[in-house]
């Protein structure tokens, strides 16, 4: 696996709109260890609640806190109970009114399951910023974020229309990671390499690879007028053009994947766009 597409994606098969039968996705993610694109994929994406229904030690999760900044610890426990690896935690504020507040109450959660051993210093943390416009409130929770050099966690479709952010909103938020230094991963919405419109819902879906290229081209300093007509391109060869010319291995130390409920849906893109060669 080029180490580009290396651990892209995290298996969230069992969240919408597909919502896999968790022992179904299990199976299915062990069983890809054994096919020649096995490291395309990273973890596997499940809630606290549902850790210890894995029950397969050796499958990395990707641990969703459903309860807030006081559910860390106990998410870490559930996991060293079960014997699973965390590959990374991701909690998203909810507390609108207050989100440095609520920034700096993950933090301190964070820090003190790291004190009493129930966290490795080197796991990402993913916080999910709220999918709207770039406020001060917004901004202030980011360099809480930053400050503790956790990371960032980016909401990009879902099973309604208003959880797929804007072009503009995406390429504000890109900009605001790469401002503080903080790599970024992203969830929902993601399948396609290329922006496109979904026949069944009419949802216009971002591209993965206009994602990555966007961050490339917002690193090198490009507009964010351009970043965000990057977004916005939906013609695969010249979105192939743009990515082929921008330093896509830098940007992935900055957008680090994406949680995707279908693994062969991106496969197949990779593909058939050339960016990626079955051995």
């Known amino acids: 696996m080029p180490p580009i597409w290396s651990g892209f994606f995290d298996d969230a098969a069992i969240f919408p709109p597909t919502e896999t039968d968790l022992a179904d996705a299990v199976a299915t993610f062990l069983a890809r260890r054994d096919e020649w694109y096995a490291d395309l994929v990273a973890s596997f994406v499940v809630t606290d609640q549902r850790v210890p229904d894995v029950a397969h030690a050796e499958v990395p999760l990707s641990i969703v806190v459903t309860g807030g900044a006081g559910a860390i610890a106990g998410a870490c426990r559930l996991a060293a109970r079960a014997g699973n690896e965390v590959a990374g935690l991701e ?12 920034a700096r109450r993950v933090v301190a959660a964070v ?10 210093d080197a796991t ?16 202030a929770a980011a360099d809480e974020v930053a400050a503790a ?7 990009t479709g879902g099973v309604d229309a208003h959880l797929f952010p804007s072009a503009d909103q995406l ?6 990671a790469l401002d503080r230094e903080l790599p970024f991963k992203c969830t929902a919405g993601l399948h ?18 206009n994602v990555l290229a966007a961050t490339a081209a917002a690193y090198e300093g490009t507009s964010g007028t ?3 007509q990057m977004l916005c391109a939906t013609d695969a060869p010249q979105v192939v053009a743009l990515a082929t010319d921008l330093d896509l291995a830098r940007a992935r130390r900055w957008f680090t994947g994406v949680g995707s409920c279908s693994i062969s849906e991106p496969l197949d893109d990779l593909l058939a766009l050339g960016l990626l060669e079955r051995p």
């Open 124 to 139: 990402p943390v993913f916080v999910e910023l709220p999918a709207a416009d770039v406020t001060h409130s917004w901004q």
């Open 91 to 102: 909690i998203a504020l909810r507390d609108l009114d207050d989100l440095p507040g609520n």
């Open 192 to 209: 396609s390499a290329i922006r496109h419109r979904d026949d069944a819902t009419g949802f216009e879906h971002h591209g993965f690879l």
């Open 226 to 228: 351009e970043v965000t």
């Open 149 to 155: 050099e956790l990371r960032l966690k980016f909401r």
């Open 171 to 176: 390429s504000s938020w890109i900009d605001a």
């Open 111 to 120: 820090d003190a399951a790291r004190g009493e051993g129930l966290l490795e």
